[in-house]
């Protein structure tokens, strides 16, 4: 990792160094943020890709998913640029055991994953429908209350699965 440390050669030359990334990115995110209205325009606020250390997109991400409304929205993927191991996605709060079976968690990072997951497996297609389903839902005004809504999971999930079917219908 002497990439790390300036003294050698970066293995994926057209990304800066992790902590060029994380300290303007921070900055970045938080000056820029009031572009984009809580609860509205997420793939703008977070879908940029950076090369990081975990700790750093850890981080990077609670920052950017707090500013944009709430920590339940986002997604979050651990990508091997090779292809030649696996790669990981899960929404950024993880499984928040402690709101477990309080039917209070927001499935919107959940959704969210699974259509950065479509992009990563070539379904461009898919993951930007997936992500409209999730749009219009939202727009209507189906949100948990982190969002300023009043919607639980479960009805959250309801309506963007009948919006789902409803765009492939």
Known sequence: ?????????????????????FSGAA????????????????????????LTLFQ?????SDL???LAGSIGIAPTSNLDPTRQNPSMFEPIHGSAFDITGKGIANPVGTFWTAAEMLRWLGEETAADKLLDCVENV???GVMTKDL????????????VCKEIKRCYA
């Open 138 to 140: 939202c727009g209507n």
């Open 27 to 50: 900055t970045a995110i938080t000056r820029h943020h009031r572009r984009y209205e809580p609860g509205t325009h997420f793939r703008a606020l977070l879908t940029r890709s950076t």
């Open 64 to 66: 950017a998913a707090a």
């Open 148 to 159: 300023g809504g009043d919607a639980n999971t479960k009805q959250v999930t309801d309506a």
């Open 56 to 60: 750093h997109a850890d981080i990077l």
């Open 1 to 21: 990792m002497s990439w790390l440390a300036g003294t050698g050669p970066h293995p994926f030359p057209y990304h800066y160094p992790a902590n060029r990334i």
